[in-house]
Nanobody, 115 residues
């Protein structure tokens, strides 16, 4: 099972940018589909973006064109570059690793978009 640790959450003003990182350990990172999810207070956890081991990415409609997911298999790390941030992007962001029946989550990192 892979272990995940997220970094990079912060308080940022609307229109600002932030980059989240998720470091993986304990398994062969390149075999996993990696993803970022988020959960705002009182709401269900939702998909933000995913990236396959081949580099194909998928985005939620609400973040498409503003967020970019990428991965560095040599560093066992997945990134989420977030630009043009909006107050509605405020949430705890979770890293996810999926391979067949295996599904691992990080502990989450808080992103707050506010002036």
């Amino acid at each position: 099972q892979v272990q995940l640790v997220e970094f990079g959450g912060d308080l940022v003003q609307p229109g600002g940018s932030l980059r989240l990182s998720c470091a993986a350990s304990g398994s062969i990172f390149s075999l996993y589909v990696m993803g970022w999810y988020r959960q705002a207070p009182g709401k269900q956890r939702e998909l933000v973006a995913t990236i396959t081991n081949g580099g194909s990415s998928n985005y939620a409609v609400s973040v498409k064109g503003r967020f970019t997911i990428s991965r560095d298999n040599a560093k066992s790390t997945v990134y989420l570059q977030m630009n043009s941030l909006k107050p509605e992007d405020t949430a705890v962001y979770y890293c996810n690793a999926r391979r067949g029946m295996l599904n691992s989550w990080g502990q989450g990192t808080q992103v707050t978009v506010s002036s």
